[in-house]
């Protein structure tokens, strides 16, 4: 983490409501990542941004939606839609294009759906 | 495409005694690669990565690594290890335009008095 903050550390949402997780960095990173990851499971790929005001699905997309405004922040929101959210997210940067870097990660927000 | 394959899933160890984490992955490309270590409740932290300056990478809390192309493996290993180690290990690939990171399933280690 270090230049990587991420808010709240714990989230509760309802049923059929909507929640945002934040995701901010001071590096200067263009490449933005929010990974989901279950118990006893590895890490997917959720969203993943190159450059402001773009972005591409990973793997699992369906129910999140994020946005890439600036190039410090990329909130990621997860939506009604999402039926089975109650997970660690973990948002990740890394310098886009540079060769054999390695990304880092934010300390994660845990998701609770009551 | 890539791939990663951690072939332990768990691994238990007394303190002082070597640990081992396994390794393998597939790419078409000149990888890059790359082993994180995971404590509970918290964000993934860089233990070493391999960059084809050397094929044995040393990183931080005395952890290295070995890049064998010819196996395909990246293990993870560590003289002697301490209770502290005891966490879940990860294994990742990317390309060497530095994108499509693929992470491995992960290897938890218990490291036992």
């Known amino acids: 983490d270090g230049g990587i903050t991420q808010s709240p550390k714990y989230l509760f949402r309802k049923e059929g409501q909507n929640v945002t997780l934040s995701c901010e960095q001071n590096?200067?990173?263009?490449?933005m990542y929010w990974y989901r990851q279950d118990p006893g499971q590895g890490l997917r790929l959720i969203y993943y941004?190159?450059?402001?005001?773009?972005?591409q699905k990973g793997d699992i997309a369906e129910g999140y939606s994020v946005s890439r405004e600036k190039k410090e922040s990329f909130p990621l929101t997860v939506t009604s839609a999402q039926k089975n959210p109650t997970a660690f997210y973990l948002c990740?940067?890394?310098?886009?294009?540079?060769?054999?870097?390695?990304?880092?990660f934010g300390p994660g927000t845990r998701l609770t759906v009551l | 495409a890539q791939s990663v394959t951690q072939l332990d899933s768990h691994v238990s160890v007394s303190e002082g005694t070597p640990v081992l984490l396994r390794c393998n992955y597939s790419?078409?490309?000149?990888?890059?690669l790359f082993w994180y270590v995971q404590h509970p409740n918290k964000g993934l932290q860089l233990l070493l990565k391999?960059?084809?300056?050397?094929?044995l990478v040393k990183g931080i809390n005395g952890f290295e690594a070995e890049f064998k192309k010819s196996e395909t493996s990246f293990h993870l290993t560590k003289p002697s290890a301490h209770m502290s180690d005891a966490a879940e290990y990860f294994c990742?690939?990317?390309?060497?335009?530095?994108?499509?990171?693929?992470f491995g399933p992960g290897t938890r280690l218990s490291a036992l008095p």
């Open positions: 391999y960059t084809s300056a050397a094929t």
């Open positions: 941004s190159q450059i402001v005001n773009d972005f």
């Open positions: 990742v690939v990317s390309d060497y335009r530095g994108q499509n990171f693929v």
């Open positions: 990740a940067i890394s310098s886009a294009g540079a060769s054999y870097n390695e990304q880092f």
């Open positions: 790419s078409s490309y000149s990888p890059s």
């Open positions: 590096l200067n990173h263009d490449a």
